[in-house]
């Protein structure tokens, strides 16, 4: 017996190490790694199925629209479905379809989704085939047609550039944290509004959480958060305005292109290959009407483009239609800049709102002989005010006082004085992005002493090595808006707004606010114009519009393009612009601000190669503004070749 | 006085003055763990089925109470009178064994022909033939006239144990054969069997083990659930998924488990054979460590208060009986929980008292009955 007592002390170790492994292992699993287990049975035993949430709409200031949703019916196909014959079903219905079977594999075959999701493989089919296959659901097990939202553009391209495209999210844009509630077959916002206020207008996905046995079916419905639909924006755009604004362009760029300029260089047809026009609320900031040449139409992306409709939107050769050259591209802006520069000057010193100056069809900076600066005139004007030098648009009057800034920054290079003309135009918002709600808008370029640098360094080919310092000539040319200089129309009317309103410069917006579905305001977009931020005074501002009053009035530069305009009924101030750009033709400009007295639109017209201000830009602003106004001139008026 | 000091005497040695409370405790807590845990794993399939969910539970309860009526019977005779018809118990339990695989008598399930099913009812033998075994081997090795068995001794235990050994394991049910096998080393071991005779055992028992793998006596599928526990990588997709299952399960209880009914495994039917074999998965998610260490610490209470009583035993019959009782206690317990975890390979042995079947329980029962037995005359 002692020894079966000793025995047993054997039988109890081992029963001891027994419990020692199994209370390890339990530790090992329950207490050290279970986060990854429940994040496996969590994989593997509840299923979502989303409920996709209505893209919100957008309406113009009057509450018409301008994007909805239609339904659009597409086939969907689940794999797992599928009959006993899944190859002959997928045959038949590419023969239905009219689809080839290799496409539709493609998309079943897509290891983004699983099995057990449908998967659409048509869209906007054909009602009949909708019926079709419901008639012979029996044949195609686990394919249905359901509707689906799409975008719909009543009123066909007006104000694409503005209104923008949605299409399936994109390789780039999946791996994006910002899209990382999004699903592989979402729609996003690709360009214009859909991009800039994609999240307000997305609203949020509905989810169903199932919860599936092993044999992957539905146990019960474990929770459903139903979809919250996006927030439509309201813009400030109206449609009338815009209408009108994008025949103006249209019909403008169509007769600029008739006309034969003699003072190109080499004389030829004009070109026009582009413009854009901006109708603008100086007191809000809110855009009016914001149109681009040539334009697209928005309902290509409701299906993906097909190859050739892409080379169509962004092949070089038929003008990059998808870019908004509101505000995507910068220009030089020529003369249209010397209000600004007169408003510079009359600040600093250098230029007397009660003097006098000289106003010769030449320029010479003293001390380099060998430079001569043009006047757009062969003409010498004489003795002229900074009003007159404004209304005819005298160069030489402005190089005199890009030459005196040239002269301040010469005086002072590392102090304050530097950059006085830079300091004043960035003043007015040039070479910063306005901040318009509209994406990829760029900045254009103020340059100055440290960017010339900069420049050169970068690239030494493009600067004659004794250029590569800041020159006389930068100033010089900057005064009459050449040179390095560069703006969007959209800074321009932005800045003409600041004259118009007072001195306050404006953030612009094309929305003006968001609205639930109810239709109750949840946002207001603000224009922050009511914060006065130039330095200059009402007298300054009043004596500059003044001035540019005269510009549509007999012996200004636009008088020809405003000839036979009632200005009695509707003043109006603008000013001309053509920026030259060799080896191309010049660029047209035209801003104008209206009724003079107290502004309510700033209009700025811009036609790439369309010659003189006076020629292709300020015959549309008239366009615009007799459609606003209900004037009748009996269509496109020519503007002559005054800058 | 005298007379009154003596019927004192008398009545303190009366047995039922002697029932071991722990060990009764033990195996109630056990059994209602087992039954708790069954209606969590089988009420939300069985109400999918359209059918009364508590099916499997009321079953298991009718279970325990025939198993508590056994354990009070076999407690009161005295465990002597076991020792005395062993051997017509070991013959009868073989003879089931044989019968169990006349085709028409015995009932056949996954490929395996293991029970006598009568009136909704399934008896299964191999159950029983635990018992009978140990009681064949207490009976005769507490016989012997030497302080040790001899090599004789051990060859004739031998022989006598791979009777019932091959009957189980041509069922096939190699689960049972390995607690079979536990039970003759156990009592061998407290028996007093010399350690080379033991060694010489194990050697053959390799041997024979090997041959049966050669000779292509255990199929495929066996031979994959016993190793698939060395290699999850290269073991088939069926074997590996109700290990990984089991698994998941225990993991996501974590310390504190989900709570009773709320282990998402546990009711959404991923963990195979989960009332039977897999019971323990059921502990471990709803309960979480904290949970299945108290069951454990249960387990290691039973096996004690077993090992106690082999040890308090007044003869080698009881020792050897308790001894017989908490190697076969031991080694289910470790099999069993030893596969959840996935340290041991997959067979077919359920967890004593916890698991869902009829006649594991009855057996469980009469196993405690006769460790009550032999601690409630203890006294010589």
Same mark, same amino acid.
Request: with cysteine.
């Given at each position: 017996m002692e020894r079966s007592t000793s025995r047993l002390k054997v039988l109890a170790i081992l029963v001891a190490f027994m419990f020692a492994a199994l209370t390890t292992r339990l530790w090992f699993l329950q207490v050290l790694a279970p986060a990854s287990a429940r994040e496996s049975i969590d994989r593997q035993s509840a299923r979502f199925v989303d409920k996709d949430a209505t893209r919100g709409r957008i309406y113009d200031d009057r509450h018409r629209p301008l994007v909805l949703n239609r339904i659009s019916l597409e086939v969907r196909v689940t794999k797992d479905q599928l009959g006993d014959d899944a190859e002959g079903e997928l045959l038949r219905l590419s023969d239905v379809l009219g689809i080839p079977v290799k496409e539709i594999r493609r998309g079943l075959d897509d290891k983004d989704y699983y099995d057990y999701q449908s998967k659409p493989v048509a869209y906007d089919v054909d009602k009949n085939i909708s019926f079709y296959l419901s008639e012979h659901e029996d044949e195609f097990p686990g394919v249905e047609v359901v509707p689906a939202a799409v975008r719909d553009y009543p009123n066909g391209t007006m104000a694409a550039h503005v209104l923008g495209v949605v299409g399936q999210i994109g390789a780039d844009e999946i791996v994006d944290k910002r899209y990382k509630d999004y699903g592989v077959?979402?729609?996003?916002?690709?360009? /214009?509004?859909?991009?800039?206020?994609?999240?307000?207008?997305?609203?949020?996905? /509905?989810?169903?959480?199932?919860?599936?046995?092993?044999?992957?079916?539905?146990?019960?419905?474990?929770?459903?958060?139903?979809a919250v639909p996006g927030s439509n924006l309201v813009l400030a755009l109206d449609l009338d305005t815009q209408r009108i604004a994008e025949q103006a362009l249209s019909d403008g760029i169509e007769h600029t292109r008739t006309l034969f300029d003699d003072t190109q260089d080499p004389p030829a047809y004009l070109k026009a290959n582009s413009g854009a026009v901006i109708v603008m609320d100086p007191t809000t900031g809110?855009?009016?009407?914001?149109?681009?040449?040539?334009?697209?139409?928005?309902?290509?992306?409701?299906?993906?483009?097909?190859?050739?409709?892409?080379?169509?939107?962004?092949?070089?050769?038929? /003008?990059?239609?998808?870019?908004?050259?509101?505000?995507?591209?910068?220009?030089?802006?020529?003369?249209?800049?010397?209000?600004?520069?007169?408003?510079?000057?009359?600040?600093?010193?250098?230029?007397?709102?009660?003097?006098?100056?000289?106003?010769?069809?030449?320029?010479?900076?003293?001390?380099?002989?060998?430079?001569?600066?043009?006047?757009?005139?062969?003409?010498?004007?004489?003795?002229?005010?900074?009003?007159?030098?404004?209304?005819?648009?005298?160069?030489?009057?402005?190089?005199?006082?890009?030459?005196?800034?040239?002269d301040r920054y010469n005086a002072d290079q590392l102090g304050p004085d530097a950059t006085l003309l830079q300091d004043s135009l960035q003043q007015f918002g040039f070479g910063t992005a306005t901040k318009l709600d509209l994406p990829l808008e760029t900045s254009g370029l103020i340059p100055d002493p440290t960017w010339k640098e900069e420049f050169a360094i970068e690239h030494p080919d493009v600067l004659l090595p004794d250029e590569q310092s800041w020159l006389p000539g930068d100033d010089i040319q900057m005064a009459i808006g050449q040179g390095f200089v560069t703006v969007t129309p959209m800074q321009l009317a932005v800045a003409y707004s600041a004259i118009a309103n007072g001195g306050k410069l404006c953030r612009p917006h094309v929305v003006d606010h968001f609205e639930d579905?109810? /239709?109750?305001?949840?946002?207001?977009?603000?224009?922050?114009?009511?914060?006065?931020?130039?330095?200059?005074?009402?007298?300054?501002?009043?004596?500059?519009?003044?001035?540019?009053?005269?510009?549509?009035?007999?012996?200004?530069?636009?008088?020809?393009?405003?000839?036979?305009?009632?200005?009695?009924?509707v003043p109006v101030a603008g000013k001309t612009g053509t920026a030259q750009r060799p080896p191309f033709q010049d660029t047209s400009w035209f801003a104008a601000m209206l009724p003079a007295g107290n502004p309510q639109y700033v209009i700025v017209a811009m036609v790439e190669q369309g010659g003189h201000g006076s020629t292709s830009a300020a015959p549309i602003v008239r366009q615009i503004i007799e459609g606003l106004y209900g004037i009748d001139s009996g269509g496109v008026v020519d503007g002559g070749s005054t800058d | 006085?005298?007379?009154?000091?003596?019927?004192?005497?008398?009545?303190?040695?009366?047995?039922?003055?002697?029932?071991?409370?722990?060990?009764?405790?033990?195996?109630?807590?056990?059994?209602?763990?087992?039954?708790?845990?069954?209606?969590?794993?089988?009420?939300?399939?069985?109400?999918?089925?359209?059918?009364?969910?508590?099916?499997?539970?009321k079953k298991q309860v009718a279970a325990l109470i025939l198993g508590i009526l056994l354990l009070l019977v076999i407690a009161t005779v005295d465990y002597r009178f076991f020792k005395v018809y062993a051997g017509f118990i070991f013959v009868a339990t073989v003879l089931m064994l044989v019968l169990v695989r006349v085709p028409g008598i015995g009932s056949t399930a996954n490929g395996a022909q293991r029970w006598f099913q009568f009136a909704g009812f399934q008896l299964t033998p191999s159950e029983f033939a635990k018992i009978a075994l140990i009681l064949m081997l207490a009976?005769?090795?507490?016989?012997?006239?030497?302080?040790?068995?001899?090599?004789?001794?051990?060859?004739?235990?031998?022989?006598?144990?791979?009777?019932?050994?091959?009957?189980?394991?041509?069922?096939?049910?190699?689960?049972?054969?390995?607690?079979?096998?536990?039970?003759?080393?156990?009592?061998?071991?407290?028996?007093?069997?010399?350690?080379?005779?033991?060694?010489?055992?194990?050697?053959?028992?390799?041997?024979?083990?090997?041959?049966?793998?050669?000779?292509?006596?255990?199929?495929?599928?066996?031979?994959?659930?016993?190793?698939?526990?060395?290699?999850?990588?290269n073991s088939t997709d069926a074997?590996?998924?109700?290990?990984?299952?089991?698994?998941?399960?225990?993991?996501?209880?974590?310390?504190?488990?989900?709570?009773?009914?709320?282990?998402?495994?546990?009711?959404?039917?991923?963990?195979?054979?989960?009332?039977?074999?897999?019971?323990?998965?059921?502990?471990?998610?709803?309960?979480?460590?904290?949970?299945?260490?108290?069951?454990?610490?249960?387990?290691?209470?039973?096996?004690?208060?077993?090992?106690?009583?082999?040890?308090?035993?007044k003869d080698p019959f009881g020792t050897y009986v308790a001894a017989g009782v908490a190697s076969m206690l031991a080694i289910q317990m470790f099999v069993n929980v030893g596969m959840v975890l996935g340290i041991m390979p997959i067979t077919g042995i359920p967890l004593p008292f916890v698991s869902y079947g009829g006649s594991a329980m009855l057996a469980n029962f009469l196993a405690a009955g006769l460790l009550l037995n032999v601690h409630m005359r203890r006294f010589k």
């Open positions: 077959n979402d729609l996003v916002g690709k360009t /214009g509004l859909e991009k800039q206020y994609e999240r307000v207008l997305v609203g949020r996905k /509905g989810r169903q959480k199932y919860l599936v046995n092993s044999n992957q079916e539905i146990v019960r419905v474990l929770g459903e958060e139903p809110g855009i009016k009407a914001l149109a681009s040449w040539p334009t697209f139409d928005p309902s290509w992306f409701v299906r993906s483009p097909s190859k050739k409709q892409l080379e169509t939107l962004y092949g070089e050769h038929s /003008g990059s239609p998808m870019l908004d050259r509101a505000t995507q591209l910068s220009f030089a802006p020529g003369s249209t800049f010397k209000p600004f520069i007169a408003l510079a000057a009359e600040q600093h010193g250098i230029a007397n709102f009660g003097s006098y100056y000289s106003c010769p069809p030449e320029y010479v900076y003293p001390g380099d002989t060998t430079t001569v600066f043009h006047n757009w005139t062969t003409a010498n004007l004489g003795t002229i005010s900074v009003d007159t030098a404004l209304k005819v648009s005298c160069d030489t009057v402005f190089y005199q006082f890009g030459a005196d800034f040239y579905p109810a /239709g109750d305001t949840t946002h207001t977009v603000s224009g922050h114009c009511n914060k006065r931020t130039l330095p200059y005074s009402q007298a300054e501002l009043d004596y500059v519009m003044n001035a540019l009053t005269k510009v549509t009035q007999p012996g200004g530069t636009a008088s020809t393009a405003f000839a036979g305009f009632p200005l009695s009924e | 006085m005298d007379l009154v000091a003596g019927r004192t005497f008398a009545s303190e040695r009366r047995p039922i003055r002697h029932l071991d409370p722990v060990l009764l405790i033990t195996t109630a807590a056990l059994s209602i763990v087992g039954i708790l845990s069954i209606y969590s794993s089988t009420h939300r399939g069985l109400e999918a089925l359209g059918e009364d969910p508590t099916i499997y539970v009976a005769m090795l507490s016989e012997l006239r030497t302080s040790e068995p001899m090599l004789s001794d051990v060859l004739r235990i031998c022989i006598v144990s791979v009777i019932p050994m091959m009957l189980v394991f041509i069922q096939p049910d190699i689960g049972t054969t390995i607690v079979l096998v536990a039970i003759v080393v156990g009592i061998l071991v407290v028996a007093g069997t010399r350690s080379r005779h033991l060694l010489a055992l194990a050697l053959t028992s390799i041997v024979l083990v090997s041959l049966a793998f050669q000779l292509n006596v255990i199929q495929d599928y066996q031979i994959q659930r016993l190793t698939g526990f060395l290699d999850p990588q074997t590996n998924y109700n290990r990984k299952q089991a698994e998941l399960a225990i993991g996501a209880g974590g310390l504190f488990g989900s709570g009773y009914l709320g282990g998402t495994q546990t009711n959404l039917d991923f963990v195979p054979e989960q009332h039977t074999d897999f019971i323990f998965t059921v502990v471990g998610e709803e309960f979480g460590f904290v949970g299945a260490a108290f069951v454990l610490m249960l387990f290691a209470t039973l096996i004690w208060r077993a090992i106690r009583i082999s040890y308090l035993s």
